[in-house]
């Protein structure tokens, strides 16, 4: 006899959830589990005309009101980034200082580089009554899109000059609903920004080229975010050679990008972190530890070389 509960058959998909908008305490309606018809290539694609772009916002100096100290350390950052992902084939993109709106302004209108490109920009605008912003641009042509935020930072926040901004506003606009030339490409989002103010003393220890065949994916896939430091804790930077994270990955890619798949690239780049000891003139910041945080969304091994 079939086993029955609430009206429906054993092996049908529910969701854990108490309700959902509409359905007054019911549970979700039974889906079906199908075949994708994903084809078993288990990595992107990274053969196409260009590896696409990298994004780098790096906030330094910030406004009195906000009472940020500013990120000595921070322009080293930058340069290693921009270095790095520029020799890895990426189009790359600086923007200094910027507030909370012109973050999300560089991330929708990266695409215009210059005044005159604007002009005619806003000349189609006001002819034929629509704009694309770059999030909505054309990355057809491109393997992937990568996006180094370099700040301030909460959990869940991240800092432009003049205060605190979503991160979710930022790396939403590139979810595979809103950027449709990018679903199904990994969006690589590498943070350096603190994510709380706790401190973490240590402890002593002992020692394929076929596109995707399935007509829906989910909108939050193909995304990696890759933390400095777990939920909670402060993010360490040195004044003069830059912060701990940053300078780990970027040696990391330096050695390893055209031979490592990116998550032992990124499980290598922990071990670096987690090698340095902090020091400070005062005694409750002196002699602490840092572990990056990698949060996941891949649905292929992901390898930067063609």
Same mark, same amino acid.
């Given at each position: 006899?079939?086993?029955?509960?609430?009206? &429906?058959? &054993?092996?049908?998909? +529910?969701?854990?959830?108490?309700?959902?908008?509409?359905?007054?305490?019911?549970?979700?309606?039974?889906?079906?589990?199908?075949?994708?018809?994903?084809?078993?290539?288990?990595?992107?694609?990274?053969?196409?005309?260009?590896?696409?772009?990298?994004?780098?916002i790096?906030?330094?100096?910030?406004?009195?009101?906000?009472?940020?100290?500013?990120?000595?350390?921070?322009?080293?950052?930058?340069?290693?980034?921009? @270095?790095?992902?520029?020799?890895?084939?990426?189009?790359?993109?600086?923007?200094?200082?910027?507030?909370?709106?012109d %973050? %999300?302004?560089?991330?929708?209108?990266?695409?215009? /580089?210059?005044?005159?490109?604007?002009?005619?920009? &806003?000349?189609?605008?006001?002819?034929? #009554?629509?704009?694309?912003?770059?999030?909505?641009?054309?990355?057809?042509?491109?393997?992937?899109?990568?996006?180094?935020? +370099?700040?301030?930072?909460?959990?869940?926040?991240?800092?432009?000059?003049?205060?605190?901004?979503?991160?979710k506003?930022?790396?939403?606009?590139?979810? #595979?609903?809103?950027?449709?030339?990018?679903?199904?490409?990994?969006?690589?989002?590498? %943070?350096?920004?603190?994510?709380?103010?706790? +401190?973490?003393s #240590?402890? @002593?220890?002992d020692?394929?080229?076929? @596109?995707?065949?399935?007509? /829906?994916?989910?909108?939050?896939?193909?995304?990696? =975010?890759? =933390?400095?430091? !777990?939920? #909670?804790?402060?993010?360490?930077?040195? !004044?003069?050679?830059?912060?701990?994270?940053?300078?780990? &990955?970027?040696?990391?890619?330096?050695?390893?990008?055209?031979?490592? @798949?990116?998550?032992?690239?990124?499980?290598?780049?922990?071990?670096?972190?987690?090698?340095?000891?902090?020091?400070?003139?005062?005694?409750?910041?002196?002699?602490?530890?840092? %572990?990056?945080?990698?949060?996941?969304?891949?649905?292929?091994?992901?390898?930067?070389r063609?």
């Amino acid at each position: 006899m079939t086993d029955v509960k609430d009206g &429906l058959l &054993l092996g049908e998909d +529910l969701a854990d959830a108490k309700s959902f908008p509409g359905s007054k305490g019911m549970n979700l309606p039974a889906s079906k589990s199908m075949d994708s018809g994903i084809l078993p290539d288990y990595s992107y694609r990274m053969d196409y005309p260009e590896m696409g772009e990298c994004v780098i916002i790096n906030n330094k100096n910030f406004h009195k009101d906000t009472g940020l100290s500013s990120r000595s350390g921070t322009d080293v950052d930058a340069a290693s980034v921009r @270095e790095v992902f520029m020799k890895l084939g990426y189009k790359t993109k600086l923007s200094n200082d910027l507030s909370c709106r012109d %973050i %999300i302004k560089v991330l929708k209108n990266e695409g215009w /580089k210059n005044m005159l490109q604007l002009k005619c920009r &806003l000349i189609y605008f006001l002819t034929f #009554g629509s704009l694309k912003f770059f999030s909505e641009e054309d990355h057809s042509k491109r393997s992937s899109f990568v996006c180094v935020l +370099l700040s301030h930072g909460e959990e869940g926040l991240i800092y432009g000059t003049d205060g605190p901004l979503e991160l979710k506003a930022v790396t939403s606009l590139f979810r #595979g609903d809103k950027c449709r030339s990018l679903a199904g490409k990994p969006k690589l989002f590498f %943070i350096q920004a603190c994510r709380g103010t706790e +401190l973490d003393s #240590g402890v @002593e220890a002992d020692s394929g080229p076929d @596109e995707m065949m399935c007509q /829906k994916i989910p909108v939050e896939a193909d995304f990696l =975010y890759a =933390y400095s430091t !777990a939920p #909670g804790y402060y993010s360490w930077r040195n !004044a003069a050679e830059g912060s701990w994270f940053i300078q780990s &990955l970027c040696r990391v890619l330096k050695e390893h990008a055209r031979k490592l @798949e990116l998550m032992q690239i990124l499980t290598r780049v922990n071990r670096r972190v987690s090698e340095y000891e902090s020091y400070s003139n005062r005694l409750d910041f002196n002699a602490k530890k840092q %572990i990056p945080c990698i949060v996941s969304m891949l649905t292929k091994e992901f390898y930067f070389r063609c």
